[in-house]
């Protein structure tokens, strides 16, 4: 079975680099055919995509947070990170990371989330 955990700090300065990293353990991120998700949910609303890395290392993003995401890998260690460039308060939200194999019912595995504040 596939694990994830996120890591990173709680709390970000506006207009600096939200960084967050996903620890995959149990399964490799260069596995065929797995996408590696970054995931969120602000304080009383629903969940939002943001992005992913694919497999072989090509990566997706959401248009509207295309400009200031970049979520990048280190087979090495079995990692995948995700930076959020120029935060704003509107960008508080539980941060979680998944994995998607391509079936009908969305994400495969999730990791617990972590919270990121961003404060003024």
């Known amino acids: 079975q596939v694990q994830l955990q996120e890591s990173g700090p709680s709390l970000v300065t506006s207009s600096q680099t939200l960084s967050l990293t996903c620890t995959v353990s149990?399964?490799?991120?260069?596995?065929?055919?797995?996408?590696w998700n970054w995931i969120r949910q602000p304080p009383g609303k629903g969940l939002e995509w943001m992005g992913d890395?694919?497999?072989?290392?090509?990566?997706y993003y959401t248009p509207s947070l295309k400009s200031r995401t970049s979520i990048s890998r280190d087979t090495s260690k079995n990692q995948f990170t995700l930076q959020l460039n120029s935060v704003t308060p509107e960008d508080t939200a539980v941060y979680y990371c998944?994995?998607?194999?391509?079936?009908?019912?969305?994400?495969?595995?999730w990791g617990k989330g972590t919270l990121v504040t961003v404060s003024t």
């Open positions: 998944a994995v998607y194999s391509g079936g009908d019912y969305g994400m495969d595995y």
């Open positions: 149990g399964g490799s991120i260069t596995t065929n055919y797995y996408y």
């Open positions: 890395i694919a497999y072989s290392g090509s990566t």
